[in-house]
Nanobody, 127 residues
Framework: QVQLVESGGGSVQAGGALRLSCAASGVTSSSYYMGWFRQGSGKERELVAGIFTGGCIAYYADPVKGRFTLSRSSAKNTLDLQMNSLKPEDTAMYYC????????????????????WGQGTQVTVSS
């Protein structure tokens, strides 16, 4: 059974930085989708960044490109999200997600590839 545990959320002023960490257990394959989603108040959950560990193929949503960076440790089975130059609109609950590869093209940008979820960690950015 896949379990994902997030840590590292908190409150920061605009322009600041936070680092989120996701520890995965129960993942038996070396090739897996792992990523971060977020859901702001009154908004739909959106994929922020994701990676296919088998080929280190990464995806970043346009609003976070150049500001957020994924960092993967295969030894620890963790996926970190370094968030720099944070903006108030980045305020949301952030969820770690993971999923097994499926037949077809490798697409870390596709939300349907992520089937397992962590409990979430809150990020609040004040102006």
């Amino acid at each position: 059974q896949v379990q994902l545990v997030e840590s590292g959320g908190g409150s920061v002023q605009a322009g600041g930085a936070l680092r989120l960490s996701c520890a995965a257990s129960g993942v038996t394959s070396s090739s897996y989708y792992m990523g971060w989603f977020r859901q702001g108040s009154g908004k739909e959950r959106e994929l922020v960044a994701g990676i296919f560990t088998g080929g280190c193929i990464a995806y970043y949503a346009d609003p976070v490109k150049g500001r957020f960076t994924l960092s993967r440790s295969s030894a620890k089975n963790t996926l970190d999200l370094q968030m720099n130059s944070l903006k108030p609109e980045d305020t949301a609950m952030y969820y770690c997600a993971a999923g097994p590869p499926s037949f077809g093209p490798i697409e870390p940008s596709s939300a349907t590839n992520y089937q397992h979820w962590g409990q979430g960690t809150q990020v609040t950015v004040s102006s």
